[in-house]
């Protein structure tokens, strides 16, 4: 079955514990662009998860280890661009959560062809309904100085009530 | 079989995927005071939980979602003070995680009776160590304004390169 249909189809869930993959269409008017989808469905090919990630500059890392993070984060988005039969991935998030308060967003990514569309900006509020669908109410993440302005277009604050993001990393 | 006892089972694994809950001893010249052991056995009363973090003043928390939340953490570590063969839950902390990159560290607490001990310097390092083990390298957490000198002696760094923490909450 070709890939968008298999968004449709109701008895296709990768991630039961997350339901249906609930695929979205994203509206674009560019049709020779192929047309946007996103999903929770974690079929990926982690090679060309790694070429997007080369594409905006992302130290490699190890394929099994980004296989393990795939599998154990609590939500899993992809973006996918569509043409005919054949499908690219073009973005990327996830989140760790304790599936009950907290959930943190990592690995945020728009490949830089279609960065600046409004892309970014609909993954995150993709995520942001997920996790809220869950009934999670604290979404943290840790941002990059030349993204911070973008996460605070959507909502997010920095530092708030003086509460600050800290890091422990081996010697 | 009493509690104590228990953690020296080698048979004794509630967490399959954590492997052995690796109890340990934090030693103390107190006799009065009991013995102090950590572990990441997730036997927990959620009611003796809800009292230790009352005791700091903690906002209290569904106890389903407390339970959803403890279950679904990646490491769960708790300090408990041992006199004859009763137990009290005087400690804290629990991590989520991707299994693989990133862990973020949550509701690290020390009953206000045996704070400024070592007990909270200990208990950060045991997860530490825990997290070093499963080759974890990033972690987290999120520092409220009077503890971020506490986790900074442990070696935490604020905002490394400019990298801040973010939060979204529901309107
Ligand atoms: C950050 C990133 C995901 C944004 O995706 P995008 O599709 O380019 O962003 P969008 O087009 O949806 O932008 C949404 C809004 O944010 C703004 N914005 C986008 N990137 C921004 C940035 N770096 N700084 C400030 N604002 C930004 C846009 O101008 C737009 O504003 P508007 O709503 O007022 O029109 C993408 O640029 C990317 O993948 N960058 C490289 C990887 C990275 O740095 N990830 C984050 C790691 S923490
Ligand atoms: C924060 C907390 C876990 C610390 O535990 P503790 O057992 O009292 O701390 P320790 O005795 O192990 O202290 C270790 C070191 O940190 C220092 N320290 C402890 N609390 C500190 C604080 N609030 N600010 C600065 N330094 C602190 C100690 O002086 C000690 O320093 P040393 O190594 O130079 O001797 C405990 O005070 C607590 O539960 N507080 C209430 C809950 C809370 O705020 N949790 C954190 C939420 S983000």
């Not at 943190?104 to 728009?110: A, E, Q, R, Y």
């Not at 840790?142 to 996460?151: I, K, S, T």
């Given at each position: 079955m070709v890939f968008w249909k298999r968004f449709f189809n109701p008895d296709s869930?990768?991630?039961?514990?997350l339901g249906p993959t609930g695929a979205e269409e994203f509206p674009t008017d560019d049709s020779d662009k192929g047309r946007i989808f996103f999903t929770t469905d974690r079929d990926i090919d982690l090679y060309e998860l790694?070429?997007?990630?080369?594409?905006?500059?992302?130290?490699?890392r190890p394929i099994r280890k980004v296989k393990k993070a795939v599998e154990c984060s609590f939500l899993v988005v992809t973006m996918w661009e569509v043409r005919g039969n054949r499908r690219r991935l073009v973005g990327f998030a996830r989140a760790t959560s304790d599936h009950a308060f907290n959930a943190?967003?990592?690995?945020?990514?728009?490949h830089p062809s279609l960065q600046s569309k409004?892309?970014?900006?609909?993954?995150?509020?993709?995520?942001?309904?997920k996790l809220r669908h869950y009934d999670i109410s604290n979404i943290t993440l840790?941002?990059?100085?030349?993204?911070?302005?973008?996460?605070r277009r959507l909502g997010f604050v920095l530092d708030p009530e003086g509460i600050k993001g800290m890091f422990w990393y081996p010697d």
């Open positions: 869930t990768s991630s039961p514990s790694e070429e997007l990630c080369d594409a905006v500059g992302w130290a490699r943190t967003v990592w690995d945020v990514v728009i409004g892309l970014g900006k609909a993954l995150m509020q993709y995520i942001i309904r840790f941002a990059d100085p030349q993204v911070v302005d973008f996460y």
